[in-house]
């Protein structure tokens, strides 16, 4: 892990390990909206616990130690900074950011270090290292004065830097791909704590849900203009542009599936855009095939699949030759098969804006090529495991919270 020298800034090497840059990849891809600049999109850790996932914030609890003890010891303040800011960061095709410094604003003044975590990366079949160049093109970051005067997103690398005129910054236009980032912001003004306003999101959440739901982590999604993407940035128009979850589904090859029934009822109300029907149960499809499971909401089936890219490869292989397994192979079925109930493929954009924004981000080839309904169906209970497990840790961990108002790691 090698250190800059530079006495206002600092780079780290490996500082994330690359299974867990692939788990916020995760988070980021299956729960992102769009975001506060033209071609960006963000995952706040307020919005998780806005749209039921506040579970997804566990992964986040030991990053955020790991980074506010580090920036304390490098800059000599152990003790002195709160967490204002956290969130995954994604910059697509056509964002950039000119020579500036993070404080240049007056109610950035609050903002004492700038931590940008990069964590560029796309869904491997052996836990790939992507970075510039690979997973994204353009998107080098540059220092004005001083050394080093650029740097190139290495997944896992971390930049840490004074928010002052001493390192005025910029990052070069992304021409392909996605850049992704983990950003923290730090302060030494207590009323900008970020963990005393997430506490409190997260207890209001908790006391007005059920415990005793038998899936209590089901995502139930924002509103709906949150996901959707204009053609002209200037414009919120539904009429251009493309809903952000089907659009990460389409680049993956996978449909949104919905009754005829329920598509005519909405065409018909013209205040009623299409993107709505992702609030409602559907079902997923793939190469004319459909899986027979319904899903309650797009954003759950989004965050199975995102889920499936991230963990097939620790999945166990399903051999269908074996009579065992020929049971289960009834998963799926032709749409064909569904013409009684007149399941139609869905689409809620512009497929050419998608490949220009995303452009191909589809899985590994061998995944792909030996893609089966019966395989992805032991993803869902892989998911399920996994959220149940963070959902649990997130119970345990809140009354302890709650007493410190503090965000912390608990000892089990």
């Known amino acids: 892990m090698a250190e800059s020298e530079h006495p206002l800034r600092l780079i780290l090497h490996d500082f994330l390990s690359l299974n867990l840059c692939k788990e916020l990849e995760f988070i980021h891809k299956s729960c992102c909206t769009v975001g506060y600049r033209p071609n960006v999109f963000s995952t706040t850790l307020s919005h998780l616990i806005a749209t039921n996932c506040g579970h997804l914030l566990i992964p986040f609890v030991s990053i955020r130690e790991r980074l506010k003890d580090k920036v304390e010891e490098f800059f000599g303040c152990e003790y002195e900074l709160f967490i204002e800011f956290t969130g995954l960061i994604s910059w ?8 500036h410094s993070d404080d240049n604003r007056s ?9 940008r975590i990069q964590l560029h990366g796309s869904l491997p079949a052996v836990c790939y290292l992507n970075n510039h160049g690979k997973d994204f093109k353009g998107g080098v970051f540059h220092f004005q004065e001083g050394e080093p005067t650029s740097v190139v997103p290495v997944a896992g690398d971390l930049v840490i830097y004074t928010a002052d005129s001493c390192n005025i910054h910029s ?8 850049r992704l980032t983990l950003t923290l912001w730090f302060s030494g003004d207590s009323s900008h704590d970020e963990d005393i306003k997430l506490i409190l999101l997260l207890s209001q959440t908790l006391l007005s849900s059920s415990l005793d739901r038998p899936f209590p982590y089901l995502p139930l999604p924002a509103s709906s203009n949150m996901y959707w993407f204009p053609q002209d940035q200037a414009s919120h128009d539904h009429q251009e542009g493309f809903d952000i979850r089907w659009a990460r589904i389409h680049v993956l090859h996978y449909t949104f599936n919905v009754s005829d029934h329920k598509i005519n009822s909405a065409t018909s109300d013209s205040s009623f855009h299409l993107s709505e029907l992702l609030m409602e149960p559907l079902r997923l499809g ?3 095939e459909l899986f027979k499971n319904e899903f309650v909401n797009g954003l759950h089936a989004l965050q199975v699949v995102q889920f499936y890219c991230w963990k097939a490869t620790e999945l166990p292989a399903v051999n269908l030759i074996d009579e065992e397994f020929r049971k289960f192979t009834e998963l799926s079925c032709s749409l064909e098969d569904f013409k009684n109930d007149s399941l139609k493929v869905i689409f809620l954009g512009d497929q050419q804006h998608v490949q220009s924004v995303f452009g191909s981000q589809s899985s590994d080839e061998k995944i792909q090529s030996s893609f089966n309904w ?6 869902i209970a892989a998911w399920e495991d996994y959220s149940h497990q963070l959902h649990r840790e997130l119970i345990t961990s809140l009354p302890h919270w709650r007493t410190n ?3 912390f790691t608990i000892v089990t």
């Open 286 to 288: 793939r190469e004319n």
């Open 107 to 115: 109610y950035l003044k609050q903002r004492d270090f700038a931590v």
């Open 92 to 99: 697509t095709k056509g964002a950039s950011i000119g020579w």
């Open 405 to 407: 108002q503090s965000i």
């Open 374 to 379: 019966t395989h992805f169906s032991s993803a």
């Open 171 to 178: 990052v070069d236009e992304i021409t392909e791909g996605e």
